[in-house]
């Protein structure tokens, strides 16, 4: 998880790229703004981390106990995270 300063930081590096796109137009205060930004921010991040611990919980109960750390465990972690991801997004 990232501590709030660390997403106030990444909120403020947002809006001014926001800002400076040609193609975007601000129509509200930068307050409001980095409100809505901190929001969606950690939604997302408590997104990932459910699914951090979906994962994880999968691997835990394979019979064989794959160690983490490990390549195999790297390796099929990722695959499961990425479905798991690609199942959130069709819902």
């Given at each position: 998880m990232l501590s709030e300063d660390k997403v106030s930081h990444l909120s403020?590096?947002?809006l001014n790229a926001v800002k400076q796109y040609a193609g975007a137009r601000v129509k509200s205060d930068d307050a409001r703004?980095?409100?809505e930004i901190k929001r969606v921010l950690a939604a997302e991040l408590a997104q990932?981390?459910?699914?951090d611990r979906?994962?994880?919980a999968k691997l835990a109960s394979y019979s064989r106990g794959?160690?983490?750390?490990?390549?195999?465990?790297?390796?099929l972690y990722r695959k499961m995270f990425e479905e798991e991801t690609r199942k959130q997004?069709?819902?």
């Open positions: 403020h590096v947002i703004l980095l409100k990932e981390q459910e699914l979906k994962v994880k794959i160690i983490e750390g490990s390549n195999e465990w790297d390796v997004m069709k819902v």
